[in-house]
């Protein structure tokens, strides 16, 4: 995880404010695969704490939650977010060492970051943390394609010295579920799709965007005005500048339980 580490810095702030969080239903769907009476779920590269609160509001205060984050300034914002949340817990630690006990945790969850850890290395970490019978799962959100949308990631193609193909890159990102069914020590993966919908006036479209680690990219090259400008052109040129605009989103949760033998 240590790649993506310090790439967010300066960003808490904007990801607590415009990153959304994850429908209830992707977590609580995962409780129906549990084996094991501990009620801990640890939240894996929790960032500002979008998905911690979504869990924990998805699991209810009978539960414990560890939310891990490695990065200074958004466990900054996770820290505060939570100071006043005794059933929360903030840890310094990586996806590839939670600094946890052993069989600790009934629920390990990986939102939207797992593409920055070293995979066999967590996975191995995981199952480790995990009690027998506890679950693993892999959860991100997705939106569909839009106009606006496609035409923000071909800016990003244009002016990125790092990316080319955005739409290969994501793909990148998804865990396969058949990969997870050949984990050591884990069976039954799972695979569930759940939609939802919001709506975002053209500036929330783009600080949404500029939460990308890929547009950063481009703000560090021509500079935060240039970029803002050109996306806003952009929406006036599609005619959504003035009108509220609907993004329809897919979250997508993939998860495998440890073997009780």
Known sequence: MKDGVDR?????????????????????????????RAKVAV???AGPGNSTDS?????GPEWRYIAIEPGRDMRRVLTRR????????????????MKLPDGFAALIVACTAFHWFEIAQFYEEA?????????????????KPLAVIQAFDRYIET????????????????????DLAQ??????????TYPWTNELSARGLIDLYLTRSTLWGVVRRIGLSRV?????????ELGVAEEPIRIDWETTAKWVRKRTD
């Open 183 to 192: 984990m050591p020590g884990f069976m039954t993966a799972r695979s569930c």
């Open 55 to 59: 869990l924990r509001d998805a699991l």
């Open 228 to 236: 803002t400008a050109d996306l806003t052109a952009i929406c006036t």
């Open 82 to 97: 939570f100071s006043m949340a005794p059933d929360v817990h903030i840890a310094d630690a990586s996806a590839e060492d």
């Open 159 to 178: 002016h990125s010295s790092e990316v080319t193909d955005l739409a290969r890159r994501e793909a990148r990102k998804e865990p396969v579920v058949r």
């Open 43 to 45: 939240d894996v590269g």
């Open 127 to 143: 199952r480790r943390v995990l009690a027998p019978g506890g679950v693993l799962a892999l959860v991100r959100n997705r939106r």
């Open 8 to 36: 967010f810095d300066g960003l808490a702030e904007a990801y607590e404010m415009h990153r959304p969080g994850y429908p209830a239903i992707a977590f609580q769907a995962l409780l129906a695969d549990l084996r094991c």
